[in-house]
């Protein structure tokens, strides 16, 4: 019964007229940036969200959350028509998808992923309805020392998947936290890594790191790279799918978003783990394999179900616990503290309309997709032919624009230049930027969980042990890292012995 | 560029080691107060001591066992260095000489960058951005920015 009133609450917040305009223009603006060579789903998001301060806090986190599907959505149509994938998550949807735009089934590709990442959006939606609160509740029990657990188990696990290096990713996450702490402290007042500065006193402008990070980083790397894109098909045709091919669709509709709905929750995952899995799921079922790399319509209903259903679960943990469990997610709580909202599990009971608001409105913003998407499809092809070249100095100019609106200062200008400086070096020694803006988001918090416990304890540390849940989040961290580090050790020890022998 | 006897690893771990360090020696001048009562100090020097620590241990893992390379492509200096003047010049244009400066400086430092510079590509880009930036941001979301440079500037 809850269930219905809170979902009718929703639905009264996303059908205001404001929201609407907002859910439809993210999912646009989303799409066709998600559509544009070299814009990530992060660095969209960051480039965007100036454009959301203005906006009521609701209408600013329905737009953000459109600008993240509608993003997806763009990946995918790249991934088909270009076999180019606009973001990891669609990485699989080249394999098959565009093969299936070569034999001239591009229109198929198309409208299986639209009618996939629908049903799969729709079920996630009613699952993070049906699950957020249970988890918020159990969330509302934790005490500061629980919650700096949790913290630990969140920030470890989120690296787990992360590509790469797990300690750089672990170093990423504790020079994160540190750049989290810098400014005014809030227990003391104290300056903290100011250096005498001024405008840093209110802490690094999250805007301007996340924009450094992401998009002024994605445009020096990207910038003398002008790869020319081969478009597959002209004009894309034939929307419709054959009896067998939607028979073929169902079940790996069905299955993908089973698998993605619960790969989104786990932190670290999301879309693209949820993806990578569906893909294997399919090929492994399916009574002829062989079919999967040369056009199998399953290949790409699966995955593209399973990406879009684990992109909305990601919201669970990030609206009930406050944590992020990947670095769009981070953004999103940036965003709801840009506009004072600290995230946690007393946003339900708060902000119940905002809540619930927005969970409704991934479902309205997933229908205007499915609506949209295929009817503009020409609009993509034509953007999918811009060229990075005219592109890039376009990116700097709205995110220079967007980092001087914050404050009516070029400070966080010149703050975002310099972590796009720092951000390249990163990339060069292959140092993920996700896993620190997570750190970032998280080091306050965590530091006044961590100060409040050991008041609280009396400084006594044990306390973390003492409580059971607290400990058993520890061990679970703990018993994480060992895992993903010893495989890892004993390669490194067989690439030592192999050199040897 | 990079030298061979320096990996990606190594100097990331370099890196961390300083960042790290520092964080310590700069922490450690703050009040670290007790356990029970943690000071603005203790928090900084603990996450400064454990990221110089896996500094440590990045660089050393380097010099015993292949890692990590850095990417295959050169480092692309020339993208670093007009992409960041880009952005840094648009900042001081803007304070000095308003937004239709700033923004013709930075479309055409940016584009040099690009391995295809045309003059007249860069023309129609910086109106069309520029006509852009007028309807969205100052007429659209108002943002207080100076067009001309015969306007007051604000700091």
């Known amino acids: ?501 | 560029m990079t030298g061979k006897h320096f990996s990606a690893d190594m100097k990331s771990g370099l890196f961390f080691l300083v960042v790290g360090a520092f964080a310590v020696w700069r922490g450690l001048d703050y009040d670290m107060g007790t356990a029970s009562r943690m000071g603005p100090g203790y928090f900084p020097v603990v996450l400064g001591g454990i990221l110089a620590l896996l500094g440590v241990v990045i660089f050393g893992r380097s010099l015993v066992a292949s890692d990590d390379a850095e990417p295959q492509e050169k480092f692309e200096a020339k993208s670093l260095f007009l992409i960041t003047l880009a952005v840094v010049g648009f900042a001081v244009a803007l304070m000095k000489f308003g937004l239709a400066v700033a923004v013709l400086l930075l479309v055409f430092v940016a584009s040099a960058a690009s391995d295809s510079f045309s003059l007249k590509r860069v023309a129609v880009l910086t109106v069309v951005l520029l006509a852009m930036c007028v309807a969205i941001f100052i007429y659209g979301l108002n943002l207080f920015i100076p067009l001309w440079p015969d306007l007051p500037s604000w700091i």
């Open chain 1, 1 to 501: 019964m809850d269930l219905i009133a809170h979902l009718s609450l929703g639905f009264m917040t996303a059908v205001s007229p404001a929201n609407l305009f907002y859910c439809l223009i993210g999912a646009v603006l989303g799409t066709a940036i998600g559509v544009l060579p070299g814009l990530g789903p992060l660095a969209t998001i960051a480039m965007l969200l100036p454009i959301t301060f203005q906006l009521e806090p609701v209408s600013a986190l329905i737009m953000l959350s459109g600008i993240y599907y509608g993003a997806s959505y763009g990946g995918s149509t790249t991934s088909i028509l270009v076999n180019i994938p606009g973001e990891v998550a669609s990485v699989v949807t080249c394999l098959d998808g565009h093969q299936m735009a070569k034999q001239g089934r591009a229109g198929a590709a198309l409208a299986i992923s639209a009618i996939g990442s629908f049903v799969a959006g729709s079920v996630a939606t009613l699952i993070v309805a049906a699950f957020a609160p249970v988890l918020a509740r159990v969330a509302l029990t934790f005490g500061p020392t629980e919650y700096f657990s949790l913290m630990v188990l969140g920030l470890i696990a989120s690296i787990i998947l992360a590509q790469g290096s797990i300690l750089k990713a672990l170093a990423m996450i504790v020079l994160g936290l540190l750049l989290g702490l810098v400014g005014t402290d809030p227990g003391s007042g104290a300056q903290r890594f100011t250096f005498g500065v001024l405008r840093l006193s209110d802490g690094i402008e999250f805007v301007a790191l996340a924009m450094g990070f992401f998009a002024f980083t994605d445009v020096i790397v990207g910038a003398n790279k002008n790869s020319n894109r081969q478009l597959v098909t002209e004009k894309v045709k034939g929307l419709w799918l054959t009896k067998d091919e939607v028979k073929a669709s169902v079940p790996a509709i069905a299955r993908g978003t089973i698998a993605g709905s619960l790969l989104g929750i786990l932190p670290g995952g999301g879309g693209m783990l949820a993806s990578f899995a569906s893909y294997m799921i399919e090929k492994r079922i399916s009574k002829h394999p062989e079919r999967f790399g040369k056009g199998a319509i399953e290949g790409v209903a699966g995955p593209e179900s399973a990406n879009n259903a684990g992109a909305q679960t990601a919201f669970i943990p990030m609206l009930t616990l406050g944590i992020p469990s990947n670095g769009t997610m981070a953004l999103m709580i940036g965003a709801m503290m840009i506009h004072g909202i600290q995230p946690g599990p007393q946003v339900m009971t708060t902000e119940p309309a905002l809540f619930w608001g927005l969970i409704v409105s991934m479902w309205f913003g997933n229908l205007m997709l499915l609506v949209f998407n295929l009817p503009l499809i020409s609009i993509w092809v034509w953007l999918l032919r811009v060229r990075y070249n005219v592109l890039f100095p376009a990116i700097l100019l709205f995110c220079c624009i967007g980092l001087f609106g914050i404050k009516n200062s070029v400070f966080q200008i010149y703050l975002g230049a310099a972590f796009g400086v720092l951000g390249y070096f990163f990339y060069r020694w292959r140092c993920e930027a996700a896993p620190m803006l997570l750190g970032f988001i998280l080091g306050p918090m965590m530091e006044e969980n961590l100060r409040r416990s050991m008041q609280l304890s009396h400084g006594n540390v044990s306390t973390f042990f003492t409580s059971p849940l607290s400990a058993a989040m520890l061990i679970a961290a703990g018993a994480l890292l060992i895992l993903v580090l010893l495989p890892a050790m004993r390669q490194r020890r067989g690439e030592i012995f192999e050199e040897e022998t």
